[in-house]
């Protein structure tokens, strides 16, 4: 779905975290909040479960190839792979960013960025500080590139 993070292969802890967060109505989400209320723990590990087992698939937008090779450029210098893992599969409480939207990755990045997103942790708010929007495009065109 358009402007919607694919959640297959997302890590379990990843996908439990956020989960938790939406249903506390810490992390706000007008898509998943009717899916999330009245979830129970153990309903919301199984949900995650599920889901990191799943394999990601291309999200089929068009990536630009002069983005994502600046965006490779950029992930190496903000140093993505150190929290992401080089492979941009995500680890424990980082996401996959491997095969992710294109057009989300752009609104989550520019909402940590901005300030308007954050979570339990963070540093994804001052990593992205001062990155400019055809950065956060190169980012997320680069991070979709990634087979």
């Given amino acids: 779905m ?3 993070p694919s959640l297959a292969g997302q890590p379990a802890l990843f996908l439990t975290n956020q989960l938790i967060l939406m249903r506390e109505k ?3 989400s007008e898509v998943m909040a009717p899916f999330v209320t009245g979830l129970k723990d153990d309903e919301i590990i199984a949900l995650a479960e599920h889901y ?6 291309p999200t089929g937008e068009p990536v630009d190839r002069a983005l994502a090779a600046r965006g490779k450029v950029l992930a190496e210098q903000l140093h993505c792979g150190s929290c992401h893992l080089p492979n ?3 680890r424990e409480q980082m996401p996959r960013l491997a ?4 057009d989300y990755l752009i609104l989550s990045l520019t909402a940590y960025r901005d ?3 954050s979570g339990i942790d963070t540093s994804m708010n001052g990593a992205m500080y001062g990155v400019s ?3 956060i495009r190169a980012l997320a065109h680069h991070a979709a590139s990634i087979r």
Avoid: F, M, S
Wanted: hydrophobic residues 15%.
């Fill in 88 to 90: 941009y599969e995500g």
């Fill in 133 to 135: 929007e055809q950065d």
């Fill in 2 to 4: 358009e402007n919607t």
């Fill in 115 to 117: 300030g308007t997103r």
């Fill in 26 to 28: 810490l992390r706000k």
């Fill in 52 to 57: 990191a087992k799943l394999r990601p698939e």
């Fill in 99 to 102: 095969h992710q939207r294109i």
